[in-house]
Structure formats: C-alpha cells, structure tokens
T-cell receptor, first 117, second 113 residues
Framework: AQKITQTQPGMFVQEKEAVTLDCTYD???????LFWYKQPSSGEMIFLIY??????QNATEGRYSLNFQKARKSANLVISASQLGDSAMYFC??????????????FGQGTILTVHP | NAGVTQTPKFQVLKTGQSMTLQCAQD?????MSWYRQDPGMGLRLIHY???????DQGEVPNGYNVSRSTTEDFPLRLLSAAPSQTSVYFC????????????FGPGTRLTVT
C-alpha cells in the first residue's frame, strides 16, 4: 500500500520569501504520479502541480515547483515569492499508474502554511 | 462546463437515518471517487469507480454504498448514519491518464447527531 508523509504540521514564512513544504512517499511501484493540492479556509481543493515518476525534469507551475528526488522518495513543494493568499493547508498526494489505480489518490496529513506580512 | 457538482452543501442527520449525497460531472471522466476529510486530516478514499457499472472499495468503505449507472453520476449512500460519519465529503473525477488532474467538487459538510 502507498503512504504519504508530511512531517510539518505547520510552517510560517514571511511575505515575498520562498518556502519548502516536505513530502515523502512510500511505494514499491515504479510508475506513479505525485500531486500537490491547496485547501484554503473556504474548503475547496485546488490542484497546484503534478510530477510523474518517469519525468526527468522537476515540474514547475508559475510560483510552484516540485523538487522531486526519486531515490529519496521525496516530492517537496517549493513556493517562491510567497503571498498572503498562499496561507492555506497544503496536501501531498500520490496515485499509482495502471488499471483501476488512476482514480485513487492517497493523501498525506497536510501542512498548514501561514504567510506573515 | 460545471465541472464536478455536489449536493447538498450542508446536511444534518440524526443517528440511524439514511441519505444519498449526489455527485455529477460533465467532463466525461472515466474515474470518479468519494473521499472524506475529518478535522485537521487529509482525505481518505471511501469508494471509487473506473467506469459505469464498475465500483470498488477504498480505504474506509464501511457504512457507505455507491453505484455508477452512468458516466456522469456517482451517488454515495449512507445506510444508517452514525456520529463517526460526521465529516466533509468530497467527490472527485479524473480522466483516464496518469498525468490527469483529479477535479474535486466543492464538498458536502455532514453532521450526524
């Protein structure tokens, strides 16, 4: 079974600075996908970024980048130039490839990010 | 495109009552899932479906039933509500490719008294 671990219950960052949110995963499968979602206080789940296990380059989406270290089984989210609106809960998740697995995401416990002005 | 829609947004049930949470998507996605989120925690998979007529259990299926008679709809039935089922329920859909984003509905906040 897959497992996602987010070891930082809460993180603080100053506005305009960069912050890294940690995520490690555990699976014996070779083909999988890693996702980051943002959940603001309003409760909706907002997709941020995706990394495939065979992607050689780290994924980037605007101010978000995913620091993927396959050998260490880590998929950390880096947010550059933090904004006050980045304050939210952040979830790391993974999905295995193939068959029925596409529809199943395993989530970590989440990290609450607070951006200070 | 409305994306993934869920009804109702809020619901209060008494212990032992049954109800159905509705979920629909208009993106022709093959995969649909139900998750629950308890306070301060990540989402846990209840049931999922890989297409019309095909469903399977997730991590926490007890007390819930699902069916998928069409591609668009994936209702979740609570058979006999219990206080432990107080949670926020999210429905999600996803196309049939690993890199495809999983789209979430807005959630249903359920309280069982």
């Amino acid at each position: 079974a897959q497992k996602i671990t987010q070891t930082q219950p809460g993180m603080f960052v100053q506005e305009k600075e960069a912050v890294t949110l940690d995520c490690t995963y555990d699976t014996s499968d070779q083909s999988y996908g890693l996702f980051w979602y943002k959940q603001p206080s309003s409760g909706e789940m907002i997709f941020l970024i995706y990394q495939g296990s065979y992607d050689e380059q780290n994924a980037t989406e605007g101010r978000y980048s995913l620091n993927f270290q396959k050998a260490r089984k880590s998929a950390n989210l880096v947010i550059s130039a933090s904004q006050l609106g980045d304050s939210a809960m952040y979830f790391c998740a993974m999905s295995l490839a193939g068959g029925t697995s596409y529809g199943k995401l395993t989530f970590g416990q989440g990290t609450i990010l607070t951006v200070h002005p | 495109n409305a994306g993934v829609t869920q009804t109702p947004k809020f619901q209060v049930l008494k212990t032992g009552q049954s109800m159905t949470l509705q979920c629909a998507q208009d993106m022709n996605h093959e995969y649909m899932s139900w998750y629950r989120q308890d306070p301060g925690m990540g989402l846990r998979l209840i049931h999922y479906s890989v297409g019309a007529g095909i469903t399977d259990q997730g991590e926490v299926p007890n007390g819930y039933n699902v069916s998928r008679s069409t591609t668009e709809d994936f209702p979740l039935r609570l058979l006999s509500a219990a206080p432990s089922q107080t949670s926020v329920y999210f429905c999600a859909s996803r196309p049939g490719s690993l890199g495809g984003e999983q789209y979430f509905g807005p959630g249903t906040r359920l309280t069982v008294t």
